[in-house]
């Protein structure tokens, strides 16, 4: 009824040295996290720009673009076009999700002190801010 098991488990981390199974250190691990961060950060701005184009909307999404690109050992990353983006969605929700979005981005590149990435970051979250700032007003 049992027959004995002739190869060895794919889950041992006791067999053989450390070195069996690929390890990413802490700096690689927080570049991947970073450079989502920018590349989700860089698609809500490709969609932003559909929504309501700007100089600066341009501006950001080629610097974010260069960031990831960066960051990800110069494979570039996925763009939607203008007209490859979907129904048109309200730009102060785009905004808040961007604000967000870059908060997250500046939390990581602070943690792994990449200057540029945090520098970028902080001022997406500024911009998206004021972008927000008159509807708040209103509101009150």
Do not use: C
């Not at 027959?3 to 199974?21: L, N, W």
């Not at 802490?26 to 490709?46: C, P």
Request: charge should be neutral; avoid cysteine.
């Amino acid at each position: 009824m049992y027959e004995p098991i002739r190869t060895k488990s794919v889950h041992s981390t006791m067999a053989g040295t450390p070195q069996d199974f690929p390890h990413r250190s802490r700096e690689e691990e927080l570049d991947i996290q970073l450079a989502g961060h920018l590349a989700a950060l860089l698609a809500v701005t490709d969609e932003l720009r559909a929504t309501a184009p700007s100089a600066d909307l341009d501006t950001a999404a080629e610097r974010l673009a260069a960031q990831v690109t960066r960051l990800r050992g110069g494979r570039t990353p996925a763009r939607a076009s203008a007209r490859t983006t979907g129904g048109k969605a309200d730009a102060a929700t785009l905004h808040e999700r961007a604000h967000a979005l870059a908060g997250r981005a500046l939390v990581v590149a602070a943690s792994r002190a990449d200057t540029a990435a945090a520098i970028l970051a902080a001022e997406r979250m500024d911009a998206h801010a004021a972008a927000l700032e008159p509807r708040e007003l209103a509101s009150r």
